[in-house]
């Protein structure tokens, strides 16, 4: 009988290391640079503040000041259900108006802070108006140029 032919190792199929399972983490990368002037954010509020619906209505002769007024508070975080006119009386100056006790006032207080206009309780032309934040603008808003 022929002794058995001698095997010789396989060289032509290289031994690697197992692959891993996912491939590796990348470094964080840079946050983008920033192009121009950085974005206005609306300034910190109590919380729940600016979940108060406000309706703003116009006491002057301005066409469209409450329009422009809810685009103003619109752009700092806040909602505006509903803009009018005011006919049942002139206003002094533009105010936001809130049901005392409620919580409303903390909210028309942030308002009047954000907007730079004055806060006060309801009066008796409104006190009984639905629920929410009422902000009355004025010929001294349409002035302000906001």
Known sequence: MAPPPATTPDTTTPTSPPTPTSPPTPPPADPPAQTGPPAEQPPAAQPGTRDQPIRIYN???????????????????????????????????????????????????????DMGIRAEPRFDGIAHSSPGIILIVTQDYAKTGK
């Open 59 to 113: 006491n002057s002769f301005v066409k469209g000041l409450a329009e422009r007024a809810g685009q103003d508070i619109m752009s700092k975080g806040w909602q505006v259900s509903e803009t009018g006119n005011y006919n049942g009386g002139n206003i002094p100056t533009t105010t936001v108006y809130f049901q005392p006790g409620t919580g409303q006032e903390a909210a028309a207080h942030q308002l009047a802070k």
